[in-house]
């Protein structure tokens, strides 16, 4: 389902709302304070973006999938990989994933080291799951195998969930403008 401009910005800015009222959102990546704010306004401010939005989310897992995108494979996707999470008694691995136009990152939220990077241009498809909506997804190529990957993540907030899926949408939007930017002058 498409949003028009006008809603999915709306969208975005109540989620944005959300995120920031969140005590569990990693600000170290935006340069903020404890107590400061981002503006009502971030939704249409590239620099926080640039810099890379950071949010706290656990790691629920990997599966494979034959698709680049569709909602329909997301979603038995995203069955699959909260199915084998319950079924497993690990704790789920807490991480910083780094929204920017590069890409996504995901640093251990405990040891700070690095665990990926996914260049933007590997990401084919992210959602948050219609019935599971505190968890955000993304499908990508692997640099590795080459084979399609979904990887879940769950957020502490249904708004949270939706403020990554529309924060990367806005990372391949810029990516994009970007992109045709550098391209314009050839």
Known sequence: ARLDPGSAME???????????????????LGLRRRRKLPESWADMQEPLLEGMCFTLKYLGMTLVEKPKGEDMAAAAIRRIVATARVGARKFQKVILTV????????DADTKEMVKNISIYRISYCTTDKLQNKVFAYVAQSQESGALECHAFLSPKKKI???????????????LDLWEATHAGR
């Open 11 to 29: 969208a975005l800015r109540a989620a944005g709302r959300a995120v920031l009222r969140s005590p569990r959102l990693a600000r170290h990546g």
């Open 100 to 107: 920017s136009p590069r890409g996504i990152s995901l640093q």
């Open 161 to 175: 969930a939706q403020a990554v899926t529309l924060t990367v949408a806005q990372a391949f939007q810029m990516a």
